[in-house]
């Protein structure tokens, strides 16, 4: 029986407290615990097969940060928040990814690779020939937005405001932080920091369907 760390109390007010931040304290840094927090946060992100097909890049230089800003529709959240995540994803991701998961899985897990040989036919075997129409980077795609996800509920449980941000040029990040070199491309970015005080978005009421019309139970 697994013990109770929150209660659902918090963990709705928190919900209500996060919002789309629009304008970022750009006084204000999360502290190193914190942010370590959220970081592992990203890396603990469940995925498909656990195969985790993705790159976080944290962006902590001001000057690259002001070269993404016009590549961002000028929101300077880009600047202004104490953290910028750029999450990106492994681009075209193959058999070889497969085997570097697998030789992670054995050294973790403890056990000789061999042994996980069969569970890597079966992934492999997904993504080169899968059950259905599937484009592997629209699928790593949604693996990644799991992960961008789990990071922004860790940081209003931890009283850290975010903003998704898709309003930006893919191809244009990833010429400024070099990322067709590695082999990744950008899907979308989250900056991370405390709100200003002259912030009113935080003061507008959450708009959301009633529970009734976006919940179906079926028993």
Same mark, same amino acid.
């Not at 995925?47 to 993404?68: D, M, Y």
């Not at 202004?80 to 050294?107: C, P, W």
């Not at 009633?210 to 179906?216: H, P």
């Given at each position: @029986?697994?013990?109770?760390?929150? %209660?659902?109390?918090?963990?709705?007010?928190?919900? $209500? +407290?996060?919002?789309?931040?629009? =304008?970022?304290?750009? %006084?204000? =840094?999360?502290?190193?615990?914190? +942010? /370590?927090?959220?970081?592992?946060? @990203?890396?603990?992100?469940?995925?498909?097969? #656990?195969?985790?097909? +993705?790159?976080?890049?944290?962006?902590? /230089?001001? &000057?690259?940060?002001? *070269?993404?800003?016009? $590549?961002?529709?000028?929101?300077?959240?880009?600047?202004?928040?104490? $953290?910028?995540?750029?999450?990106?994803?492994?681009?075209?991701?193959?058999?070889?990814?497969? &085997?570097?998961?697998?030789?992670? @899985?054995?050294?973790? *897990?403890?056990?000789?690779?061999?042994?996980?040989?069969?569970?890597?036919?079966?992934?492999?075997?997904?993504?080169?020939?899968?059950?259905?129409?599937?484009?592997?980077? &629209? +699928?790593?795609?949604? *693996?990644?937005?799991?992960?961008? #996800?789990?990071? @922004? %509920?860790?940081?209003?449980?931890? !009283?850290?405001?975010?903003?998704?941000?898709?309003?930006?040029?893919?191809?244009?990040?990833?010429?400024?932080? #070099?990322?067709?070199?590695?082999?990744?491309?950008?899907?979308?970015?989250?900056?991370? !920091?405390?709100?200003?005080?002259?912030?009113?978005?935080? &003061?507008?009421?959450?708009?959301?369907?009633? %529970?009734?019309?976006?919940?179906?139970?079926?028993?």
């Amino acid at each position: @029986m697994s013990s109770q760390i929150s %209660t659902p109390e918090t963990v709705l007010q928190q919900l $209500h +407290w996060r919002y789309a931040t629009k =304008k970022f304290d750009s %006084t204000k =840094k999360i502290p190193n615990d914190i +942010w /370590n927090a959220l970081e592992q946060s @990203m890396v603990l992100a469940p995925s498909s097969f #656990g195969l985790q097909p +993705w790159k976080f890049i944290v962006v902590r /230089n001001p &000057e690259i940060r002001q *070269q993404l800003l016009p $590549h961002s529709w000028g929101q300077a959240q880009v600047v202004d928040a104490s $953290h910028l995540v750029v999450f990106t994803i492994k681009q075209d991701i193959n058999g070889d990814d497969v &085997e570097r998961y697998l030789e992670r @899985m054995a050294e973790v *897990q403890q056990v000789p690779v061999d042994n996980l040989q069969k569970f890597g036919a079966v992934v492999k075997g997904f993504i080169e020939k899968p059950p259905y129409p599937l484009n592997i980077d &629209e +699928w790593s795609i949604r *693996q990644l937005y799991i992960a961008l #996800g789990q990071f @922004m %509920t860790s940081a209003a449980m931890l !009283g850290i405001d975010t903003c998704p941000m898709e309003g930006l040029m893919p191809s244009k990040y990833d010429e400024v932080l #070099g990322l067709a070199a590695q082999g990744y491309k950008t899907a979308v970015a989250c900056p991370a !920091g405390y709100r200003a005080a002259d912030d009113h978005s935080a &003061e507008r009421p959450k708009v959301r369907f009633k %529970t009734e019309d976006v919940v179906q139970y079926v028993d």
